[in-house]
């Protein structure tokens, strides 16, 4: 062979070997750069995490006053899904402005019932008849709810939750992450009557509203 075939092969296998190398070291950085990606994608954090729950009971409760704005329920979703998808600052960004755009909404009616009612009228008017609200979420029932030491500190007055918020609770066994309700102050008789009935109620089926709930009720 002579020598310049000698030099066109060597040639050819050098360029060769420097594709193949080339090859797997693009290959190994594609895989580290994926895998680098994983480890790092940890979901929400707890800030996210917050922010969105804020979000979510700011709404709910523009929801129960009538004065949600449509779009604000998507933003929300789309607050979520950035904080599954690790993208955190996009999650709390959406979440921030879902929330303030309830509270906006929230003023803007509270503002046009101020204007509408006269002086008088504002002054005679009753005092609420709620301590506040409560935003359901996963592993809640009325029994636990009412026991929590910022609502009554007695899970035996869950009936009066029960009660007050009836028109969205088929079944006082059974409720879902996401309901808001609105927790009545505790008077003496009705504080009294619930009682008696949580400690009376008799046994009770998941999913069917008891005659003794219904007599409750009726009171």
Not at 27 to 38: G, K
Not at 153 to 158: A, S, T, V
Not at 161 to 175: C, E, F, V
Not at 192 to 197: F, P, S, T, V
Request: charged residues 25%.
């Amino acid at each position: 062979m002579k020598p310049t075939e000698l030099l066109k092969v060597a040639a050819i296998a050098v360029l060769t070997s420097g594709m193949i190398v080339g090859c797997q070291q693009t290959t190994s950085d594609d895989m580290a750069t994926d895998m680098a990606a994983e480890e790092e994608c940890q979901g929400a954090t707890p800030e996210v995490r917050n922010a969105i729950y804020a979000a979510k009971l700011k709404n709910a409760r523009a929801r129960n006053l009538g004065a949600e704005w449509e779009e604000n329920a998507k933003i929300i979703e789309e607050a979520e899904q950035a904080a599954a998808d690790c993208e955190n600052v996009r999650a709390k960004i959406l979440a921030n402005k879902a929330e303030d755009a309830a509270a906006e909404a929230i003023a803007a009616l509270q503002s046009a019932e101020t204007t509408a009612v006269e002086p008088e009228t504002a002054m005679a008017t009753e005092e609420s008849p709620y301590m506040g609200g409560y935003l359901v979420v996963s592993g809640d029932n009325l029994w636990n709810i009412s026991g929590q030491d910022t609502i009554y500190g007695d899970p035996y007055m869950w009936p009066l939750i029960y009660k007050a918020n009836s028109g969205q609770i088929k079944d006082a066994d059974l409720i879902y992450p996401g309901q808001y309700f609105y927790i009545p102050k505790a008077k003496g008789a009705e504080r009294g009557a619930a009682i008696e009935h949580a400690r009376n109620r008799g046994a009770w089926t998941l999913g069917e509203t008891e005659a003794s709930d219904l007599d409750y009720l009726a009171q």
